[in-house]
């Protein structure tokens, strides 16, 4: 090994703050071959957990990307116009680049991979998915040469916090997990991104490229978030047997891909349900390794600042890193979202009066939706006296489940909106 590569970390937020610590930090096997030189960030006032000489840090990114004496750029700004202006501007000068960052890589990661190629430089990104779990390795890498089948996933681990804490508190709404989320930093002050779900939906167009080698952008990936779950929906999935997680789902369904991201009732006693609070799993299916999973923390300062310093690790050890969104892409069409079948749960918050189930049941029965089982639980009255009416179906495409709530919704018996949760007994 020669001289040290050169390192110019853009980001002196939490993420950052981790990378430092493990950098700097004495007796770590990297810093021989490593050493960061310089550190960018817009605020330089604020208090950090560790402490740099002020001759490394500045304002001013561009002059540390352009900085011909920096071999390696570490990306963890967030956002996307700087930071594609940045990791676009390092790739053109052949720099190597490791970015956190998923937006960027599920939206321009094969425009960036082209720059790579072109250069010389090479892109990684361990960070953008899963945190302390190393799955994109594992796909480049231990995977390389299987055919991938299937992914299952939980990949936000503050939804899988909100998820967790609503089964262990019964009558502890989604809001008022998000609450608790907040006030331990297991969420945003705007959880929006993660509790609509497009979070993981970024994440799993990431992992469909490199796995089905496809291109699937994440607003093509049909999504549902957590935030109409109810208390109700949770613990009637305790009492089935079932698990509520937000699941993200891909596999080839003959020469199409389905692709979603949404809850999901799971079996209670399968390995993907024993992942709790801010743990993410992935579950692969291949036609060699059949199935395995992959369990470790999806966020925060150390799990995410040692994937990034995992790949500064690689960038030293292995010259020819094979290119991961570089490879020819497959045709893999996505399946339309109406021919999908599953088994459903549907919840419904309906008047306790007689004849609702046979109004219910007409419409199911209508589209050939078959009803497994029905739970209709007694509540304290209220001047509306609603109650939850719980349906569990035999297995139906997703369009006609779509078509029969609409008539449903439309009855004068129903007092919200039907909620919908697919169940997956495969897991």
């Not at 999806?298 to 290119?323: C, E, F, K, Q, S």
């Not at 020819?328 to 419904?348: G, N």
């Not at 018996?413 to 949760?421: A, C, E, L, N, Q």
Request: charged share 25%.
């Amino acid at each position: 090994m020669g001289e040290k590569l050169k390192v110019g970390l853009l980001g002196f937020g939490t993420i950052g703050t981790g990378v430092i610590r493990l950098l700097t930090r004495k007796g770590i096997g990297i810093s021989r071959w490593v050493e960061l030189v310089k550190v960018a960030d817009i605020d330089l006032e604020r208090p950090r957990e560790v402490e740099l000489d002020s001759s490394m840090l500045t304002a001013d990114a561009e002059s540390v990307v352009k900085d011909p004496g920096i071999d390696v750029i570490i990306e963890l700004i967030g956002g996307i116009e700087a930071a594609k202006k940045y990791v676009e501007m390092a790739l053109e000068l052949g720099k190597d680049v490791i970015t956190a960052n998923k937006y960027l890589i599920s939206h321009y990661g094969d425009e960036l991979f082209e720059r790579a190629q072109k250069s010389g430089a090479r892109l990684l990104f361990e960070a953008s998915v899963a945190g302390g779990v190393p799955i994109i390795k594992i796909l480049r890498e231990e995977l390389a040469c299987d055919r991938i089948l299937s992914i299952n996933a939980v990949l936000n681990g503050t939804c899988n916090y909100i998820l967790t804490r609503m089964e262990q508190c019964p009558g502890m709404s989604c809001q008022q997990a998000v609450k608790e989320a907040q006030a331990k930093g297991f969420a945003e002050a705007d959880p929006t991104l993660d509790v609509s779900g497009m979070d993981s939906a970024q994440k799993l167009s990431i992992l469909i490229r490199k796995a089905f080698r496809t291109r699937i952008l994440p607003d093509k990936i049909d999504l549902q978030g957590i935030t109409a779950l109810s208390n109700v929906d949770v613990q009637s999935a305790l009492e089935m047997g079932y698990r509520i997680k937000l699941l993200a789902r891909a596999s080839r369904e003959g020469d199409k891909l389905t692709a979603w991201v949404g809850p999901a009732l799971i079996p209670a006693d399968s390995i993907m349900a024993q992942v709790k609070n801010e743990f993410n799993a992935i579950m692969i299916n291949s036609e060699a390794h059949h199935e395995h999973t992959y369990i470790g923390k999806g966020a925060g300062m150390m799990p995410t600042a040692g994937a990034v310093v995992g790949d500064l690790y690689t960038l030293v050890n292995h010259r020819n890193i094979p290119t991961v969104f570089a490879e020819e892409q497959i045709d893999l069409p996505l399946l339309e979202r109406t021919e999908v079948k599953c088994r459903f749960y549907l919840r419904l918050m309906v008047k306790d009066q007689p004849g609702v189930l046979a109004r219910v049941s007409s419409a199911l029965a209508a589209r050939n939706i078959s009803i497994a089982s029905v739970i209709q639980k007694e509540t304290e009255e209220d001047p509306k006296k609603e109650v939850p009416l719980v349906i569990i179906t035999h297995e139906a495409a997703v369009g006609a489940v779509d078509e029969a709530v609409r008539v449903i919704n439309k009855e004068p018996v129903v007092m919200d909106p039907t909620h919908i949760i697919r169940i997956m007994d495969v897991l």
